[in-house]
């Protein structure tokens, strides 16, 4: 391995650029969470999205309810949150229980303040724009985590092929659609992929997003690829892990990120980039009506 993605890094110097930036703009940025029951990674991924927000000085609010809230109260929270003016961003943490349609609560999410670009329309821009960012300035914050780190480190993307493993709404496909807008050669493989490590072996830059431990072996991994590792899977005995083999799969890399440390920080450094764009666009629409 030469380069080591280091998306804890990374993270903090795009953190200390958002602090600056928000302090010139006159208002507080505000982001807003939504939670519901008690899953125990999201309630680490909510812990994590409020430390950040307090770093760099944003106001944020969380409602944290109960596992049976109805879907009509659920509801009636984005409606309340679509009415405040200091709430810039909105994001309703997933998974939802399931006697919660996550579809009709997504298309309820106010598209101004989707700072997940989870809305049918924003992921419509992301589609439609045929190079860079979306038009309401976000992009879905784990796969714009992804290429930002890629950026950062001067990993090119035009020309090069890429290997998405994993068709999620949140990484796969958005991801495949940005990558796509930057030039690169695109496949998705999926679990009806059939010889996986034959398709992930002609990657230049390889990404894993399915939630499967060290799935991506050094076997299936050409030399000198660059390895992005969404994953974040719990062990029996608590340390965390990616879908990557890192430790085997470094050797060959030319680039590979760490989990943790790698991708996950680099997603809620685009979260409050995007909630900073939203307040932006907000605080003018205020201005001008
Ligand atoms: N659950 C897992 N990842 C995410 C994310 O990026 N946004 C939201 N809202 N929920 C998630």
Do not use: W
């Amino acid at each position: 391995m030469k380069v080591l993605l280091d998306g804890k890094k990374a993270s903090e110097a795009i953190l200390d650029k958002i602090r600056l930036e928000s302090e010139k703009l006159g208002i507080t940025p505000g982001l807003c969470v939504i939670m519901v029951g008690n899953d125990p990674a999201s309630s680490v991924y909510v812990k994590n999205k409020e430390k950040a927000c307090e770093k760099v000085g944003f106001y944020h609010k969380t409602y944290r309810l109960m596992e049976d809230t109805t879907q009509d109260q659920v509801l009636s929270v984005i409606q309340e949150v679509k009415e405040d003016c200091k709430l810039h961003g909105l994001i309703v943490q997933l998974p939802l229980p399931d006697h919660i349609n996550e579809e009709l609560i997504i298309n309820s999410i106010p598209v101004e303040k989707d700072v997940d670009c989870f809305h049918p329309f924003n992921v419509g821009c992301l589609l439609t724009k045929k190079k860079g960012d979306a038009p309401l300035a976000v992009a879905p914050c784990t796969p714009a985590g992804v290429m930002e780190l890629l950026e950062m480190n001067g990993v090119d993307v035009a020309g090069k092929r890429a290997v998405i493993v994993g068709r999620s709404n949140i990484v796969g496909k958005p991801l495949a659609l940005m990558l796509l807008n930057r030039d690169a050669t695109v496949t998705i493989c999926h679990s009806r992929t059939k010889d996986l490590p034959s398709v992930v072996r002609e990657a230049d830059i390889v990404v894993a997003a399915v939630g499967s431990p060290k799935l991506v072996t050094a076997d299936m991994v050409k030399e000198g690829a660059v390895v992005v590792d969404v994953g974040v899977n719990r062990l029996e005995d608590g340390k965390l892990c990616g879908d990557v083999d890192f430790d085997a799969v470094k050797d060959k890399a030319y680039a590979i990120t760490p989990v943790p440390g790698g991708v996950g920080p680099m997603t809620i450094a685009m979260l409050l980039k995007n909630t900073l764009s939203m307040a932006k666009r907000q605080r003018v629409c205020n201005k001008t009506s």
